[in-house]
């Protein structure tokens, strides 16, 4: 099973960045998929980021322009960038790993993101 550790998050001022790492374990990295996910308080868990195993990226229409998503197989780590925050982003943001079209059960333990206006 995967392990995931994500880290970065923190407390930003609308319109600043940060950048989230994702660390994983448990799986040959560079055959997976990687992505993504934030759960607004009060809301639903939602994806808004994915990159193949062959680098290819997918970003959902409220973050496509501001985020940016990459990964470093050799560290088995991706990462999201994150600029122009907004309130909205405010969420706890979780990675995870997917081989196919399945996506892992095993979810970490998120990292906060709080942007304030």
């Known amino acids: 099973q995967v392990q995931l550790v994500e880290s970065g998050g923190g407390l930003v001022q609308s319109g600043g960045s940060l950048r989230l790492s994702c660390a994983a374990s448990g799986i040959v990295f560079r055959y997976y998929n990687m992505g993504w996910f934030r759960q607004p308080p009060g809301k639903e868990r939602q994806r808004i980021a994915r990159?193949?195993?062959?680098?290819?990226?997918n970003l959902a229409d409220s973050v496509r322009g501001r985020f940016t998503i990459s990964r470093d197989d050799a560290k088995k780590t991706v990462y999201l960038q994150m600029t122009s925050l907004v309130p909205d982003d405010t969420a706890v943001y979780y990675c995870?790993?997917?081989?196919?079209?399945?996506?892992?059960?095993?979810w970490g333990q998120g990292t906060q993101v709080t942007v304030s206006s």
């Open positions: 995870n790993a997917q081989y196919g079209h399945a996506w892992s059960h095993n």
């Open positions: 990159i193949t195993s062959g680098g290819y990226t």
